[in-house]
């Protein structure tokens, strides 16, 4: 069975330093991968996906993700925080078909001056 | 504007009473979903349609129900049975098989 793990509730950073949130998932099939950003009392907005092309995607905000077979990770990135990053980040694995995604617990990030 | 309206944002339910959740989208997408969310618990799939006139169960079905009668509706409904309807609930939309739209969400709370 598809799932996905979060490592980290809680991401704390500092303005300007690297961002990495981790994810790993497990799928007995090629899986189709997602990163959400979710701001407080809103809905979730797509950051990436991954569906079998490149294994470095780029996203929107300049976050970007690298797909690991041998490692079943897709880890999430951003090379300098900003304030404005701070959000809940969710990674999800596509069951495929029909966008039946399982998502993780989700991270929190916090960016502080 | 294109996108998914979830209405009311906030709900509050009394003590075996049944809500609706209204979703409508005018993006003309065939598939629509409703997750639940809690706090650290990321976020469940109760209902997903793929067309009109048909639904399917998701992970924790029990005490909702859903119909869709039209492409651009999939209104939701906690019943009296679901006992920890305290959640806020998000519901989306696709067009194919590569990503979710996301609604606003809908804040259900017990009086």
């Known amino acids: 069975a598809q799932s996905v793990t979060q490592l980290g509730s809680h991401v704390s950073v500092s303005e300007g330093a690297l961002v990495l949130l981790r994810c790993n998932y497990s799928s007995s099939v090629p899986p189709y991968l997602f990163w959400y950003v979710q701001y407080p009392n809103q809905g979730l907005q797509l950051l990436l996906k991954y569906t079998s092309a490149a294994t470095l995607v780029k996203g929107i905000n300049g976050f970007e993700a690298e797909f690991k077979k041998s490692e079943t990770s897709f880890h999430l990135t951003k090379p300098s925080a900003h304030m404005s990053d701070a959000a809940e980040y969710f990674c999800?694995?596509?069951?495929?078909?029909?966008?039946?995604?399982?998502f993780g617990a989700g991270t929190r990030l916090a960016v502080h001056p | 504007d294109g996108g998914i309206t979830q209405s009311p944002k906030y709900l509050f339910r009394k003590e075996g009473q049944n809500v609706t959740l209204s979703c409508e989208q005018n993006l003309n997408h065939d598939a629509m979903y409703w997750y639940r969310q809690d706090p650290g618990q990321g976020l469940r799939l109760i209902y997903y349609?793929?067309?009109?006139?048909?639904?399917q169960k998701g992970d924790i079905a029990e005490g909702y129900s859903v119909s869709r009668e039209k492409k651009e509706s999939f209104p939701l409904t906690v019943t009296s049975a679901q006992k920890n309807p305290t959640a806020f609930y998000l519901c989306a939309s696709s067009p194919d098989t590569f990503g979710l739209f996301f609604g606003s969400g809908t804040q259900l709370s017990v009086l």
């Open positions: 349609s793929q067309i009109v006139n048909d639904f």
């Open positions: 999800a694995v596509s069951l495929g078909g029909y966008n039946k995604l399982i």
